[in-house]
């Protein structure tokens, strides 16, 4: 028996001796006393038996072993991360189909960082196209035996073609009742044209949620998601937030870089003081990315700054100064250690689908043709597809980084980005090293509120 490559160990957590591990495969998360430290510090040395240790401390090692922490030998911890990837891979998750559904390529927005820019088009869902969506996703439901259909409405700014969500929503929602599929949608807008009475008549077919997007306070927001004409739009978003609130689930997102970052507490106390801040069902915030180049050069890549951010010590600050900012204010983050599959890699799992109804397994490559899947005018996907379950870019991962399961050799987009291409490995060990243990600690303490909540 021996302690797998994939445990990770924080020591002197949370008290001086003992330690909580964590697998970064199973996300078995356990606190150990000192005894049991010591026995696994044994463990990472030498191989051991079970017979070597007593009956009481032999049921806690299986325990161990049952969660991944501890594995028999190195033919154990290989076949199961075979099996981890083999299932992440061929076998979809039948509960839920996810589909982001794209009515427009349009927006009436500026935003400094719009990683759509190069492919704003004035392409909108019509209803011929809208038949074809609706019955590919029907056609796609049945072979593959999902039990929940699950759509966010996307774009450009969906509600600029507000249209194809009363007329997908009403006939999926009557389909999904007398075929026995659970079905709800949410959408993705900018905020600028929700209205009390869309949001009432969207949740009869099945509206579960909106996410708006705020990056920051007044100043910081408006500079960088403008209407298209320069004018703020924070104003508008929070009084629109406000008319809705109460109406149906609302989700803030927010996205930050080094300049807009120091307004997020703003934003948080503005939002408290307008009462909004306790009602909103999730807030978060993630970085400014950099984008691929104009249609016909996507390696072309623009915003590259954003990139040299992370690459230095920023990106570990941000997050862990921002998770403290919500937890302080007794907002739940989530859970901050989590798999990262790659839906590129995966046989089934979501898509996404622009309005001429092309179909993407990743949103950060939406409007780019060469990197599309398939088209709802055929069944299956393309030739494409089989391309990206070719990469296995975990493979070329070495040997002893416990991340493997989690990273998997990192984001196909990313990889992208910094090499023009999306088979090599695009590796953050270092962030990882960093950052992993502080969220282990904050997740830890996030489990144990919870059970003394409940
Ligand atoms: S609202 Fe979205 S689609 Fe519109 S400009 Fe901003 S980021 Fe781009
Ligand atoms: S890309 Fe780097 S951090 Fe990720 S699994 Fe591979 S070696 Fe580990």
Known sequence: M???????????????????AYHTRTQAMVRLNSQMRGILRR?????????DFSPGVRDELSLLNEMGILVDDELQERQRLDDFFRQIKYEPNILEFEVTLLTTYKCNFRCVYCFEESVKDDISLDKQRSDMIIRWLINRIHRRGYRRLFLVFYGGEPLLNAEPIDYIGRILKHWAARNGVAFNFGIITNGSLIKPQ????WREIGLDSIRVCIDGDREAHNKKRP??????TFDLIIENVRRVVDRVKVGVVGNFDKENLGSIPGLLDYLEQQELLYKLDTIDFSPIVSRLGGKDNPAAIELGECLSFFARDGMFDATMWLRRELIARGIDANPGMAINSCPLIMEDGGVAIDPEGVIYKCNSF????????????????????REFM????????????????????????????ENKNLTDIC????????????????????????????
């Not at 021996?2 to 909580?20: A, F, H, M, N, W």
């Not at 780019?368 to 393309?382: A, I, L, Q, T």
């Open 2 to 20: 021996k302690l797998s490559r994939y445990t990770l160990l924080v020591d002197d957590y949370p008290q001086k001796g003992e330690c909580i």
């Open 43 to 51: 463990l990472a040395s030498v191989d051991c038996l079970l017979s």
């Open 198 to 201: 869309l949001i009432d008549r």
């Open 227 to 232: 209407f298209i004409n320069g004018a703020g």
């Open 366 to 385: 939406l409007g780019y043709p060469e990197f599309s899947v398939g088209n709802v005018r055929e069944d299956d996907f393309n030739y494409r597809h």
């Open 390 to 417: 070719e990469i296995e870019a975990w493979r070329r991962c070495p040997d002893d980084c416990p991340y493997v399961p989690m990273c998997q050799g990192g984001c196909r987009f990313f990889c992208y980005l």
């Open 427 to 454: 590796c953050k060990r270092g962030y990882f090293d960093r950052i992993c243990p502080e969220l282990i600690k904050l997740d830890y303490q996030r489990e144990i509120s919870k059970r003394e909540n409940q």
